[in-house]
Nanobody
Framework: QVRLVESGGGLVQAGGSLRLSCTSSGNILSINVLAWYRQAPGKQRESVATITSGDNTDYADSVKGRFTISRDNAKNTMYLQMNSLKPEDTGVYYC?????????WGQGTQVTVSS
């Protein structure tokens, strides 16, 4: 069982930056794939960025060049650095861990970008 806790959300003006953190209760090295998802009001949850145990990363087209996903294995923590934020980045951001075929989700953190 893995427990994930997100933090770092908040209210920011367009063009600003935020850094989200996701801390795992277990050894992050045991996690095959870590990912950030977001869900805007009235919309489906969508993948934002992923990072594998081998540090391969992938991003949604809408955030490429603005967001950076990373991990600190010593702290069992994953990060999402978000720059040049836009109002359409508003939503609840969730981290997700995949260990073999099992998925674990955090409780989410709210990000609101004002225009």
């Amino acid at each position: 069982q893995v427990r994930l806790v997100e933090s770092g959300g908040g209210l920011v003006q367009a063009g600003g930056s935020l850094r989200l953190s996701c801390t795992s209760s277990g050894n992050i090295l045991s996690i095959n794939v870590l990912a950030w998802y977001r869900q805007a009001p009235g919309k489906q949850r969508e993948s934002v960025a992923t990072i594998t145990s081998g540090d391969n990363t992938d991003y949604a087209d809408s955030v490429k060049g603005r967001f950076t996903i990373s991990r600190d294995n010593a702290k069992n923590t994953m990060y999402l650095q978000m720059n040049s934020l836009k109002p359409e980045d508003t939503g609840v951001y969730y981290c997700r861990a995949r260990i073999s075929s099992r998925l674990y989700w955090g409780q989410g953190t709210q990000v609101t970008v004002s225009s």
